[in-house]
């Protein structure tokens, strides 16, 4: 009867795999992050179009030094996002979320990242404190994969704008730029994103001009330049 209904009011033609698959979800799941994070990684691919591009955008992925790189489309992966929030309401849980899709590192998972942690609820006690994540986050996968994307980081800051998140400390700034690379890095752009909307002291622009900078890095430089001009 149903199929019947469905084929009389057209609803048939509406499919939508993405809804099909993360309604599929039970509850052991939700409750096991080890296999929520299987299940959201089940979930990138559905709806890909082009599978013949899969070797190319895998081939990106790991030349960029991610996992993997499936091409999934920004707006699934918001829809994926919701469903979390949705699914998920205690911001400590999606916090561990995200500190698991850093740990696995396919761009899908930076791109969820930043929209889950851009849009957590800021925590009034501790200042600048998605910030300290993602510098915590980028350290430790520094650690173990010896290099983080620029393009990982921008993912985050950009997020954290567009939500209207709390701008770096210069204060933390300071400190990431006497850092590893990638920690000097994220300082750069955290600080690039404040000088667009306050003076940078003098203390933090001299620390640009003499921040050793490793060659090749022509955006890095572009955007320190930018800043110290």
């Given at each position: 009867?149903?199929?019947?209904?469905?084929?009389?009011?057209?609803?048939?033609?509406?499919?939508?795999?993405?809804?099909?698959?993360?309604?599929?979800?039970?509850?052991?799941?939700?409750?096991?992050?080890?296999?929520?994070?299987?299940?959201?990684?089940?979930?990138?691919?559905?709806?890909?179009?082009?599978?013949?591009?899969?070797?190319?955008?895998?081939?990106?992925?790991?030349?960029?030094?991610?996992?993997?790189?499936?091409?999934?489309?920004?707006?699934?992966?918001?829809?994926?996002?919701?469903?979390?929030?949705?699914?998920?309401?205690?911001?400590?849980?999606?916090?561990?979320?995200?500190?698991?899709?850093?740990?696995?590192?396919?761009?899908?998972?930076?791109?969820?990242?930043?929209?889950?942690?851009?849009?957590?609820?800021?925590?009034?006690?501790i200042q600048n404190w998605k910030w300290i994540t993602l510098a915590d986050l980028i350290s430790h996968v520094e650690r173990k994969r010896g290099r983080i994307p620029i393009e990982g980081m921008l993912l985050h800051i950009e997020e954290m704008a567009r939500a209207d998140c709390s701008l770096i400390e210069e204060e933390l700034g300071s400190k990431?730029?006497?850092?590893?690379?990638?920690?000097?890095?994220?300082?750069?752009?955290?600080?690039?994103?404040?000088?667009?909307?306050?003076?940078?002291?003098?203390?933090?622009?001299?620390?640009?001009?003499?921040?050793?900078?490793?060659?090749?890095?022509?955006?890095?430089?572009?955007?320190?330049?930018?800043?110290?001009?």
């Amino acid at each position: 009867m149903l199929k019947k209904l469905r084929k009389k009011f057209g609803s048939d033609s509406v499919e939508d795999p993405l809804d099909d698959h993360l309604s599929s979800i039970n509850n052991r799941v939700l409750q096991k992050p080890k296999l929520l994070l299987e299940f959201i990684r089940e979930a990138y691919p559905i709806g890909i179009p082009a599978l013949s591009l899969k070797s190319t955008t895998d081939r990106m992925g790991l030349d960029a030094g991610y996992a993997f790189h499936l091409g999934a489309a920004e707006p699934e992966l918001r829809r994926i996002a919701s469903w979390i929030f949705t699914n998920i309401s205690q911001p400590e849980k999606i916090e561990n979320i995200i500190g698991r899709l850093w740990k696995r590192f396919g761009r899908e998972d930076l791109v969820l990242s930043s929209i889950l942690l851009a849009n957590l609820p800021e925590k009034v006690e501790i200042q600048n404190w998605k910030w300290i994540t993602l510098a915590d986050l980028i350290s430790h996968v520094e650690r173990k994969r010896g290099r983080i994307p620029i393009e990982g980081m921008l993912l985050h800051i950009e997020e954290m704008a567009r939500a209207d998140c709390s701008l770096i400390e210069e204060e933390l700034g300071s400190k990431l730029l006497q850092g590893t690379i990638a920690e000097r890095y994220l300082g750069i752009l955290g600080i690039h994103q404040l000088s667009k909307k306050q003076e940078i002291s003098q203390s933090i622009n001299n620390q640009l001009t003499n921040i050793d900078l490793p060659d090749g890095d022509s955006l890095i430089r572009r955007i320190r330049d930018k800043i110290v001009e």
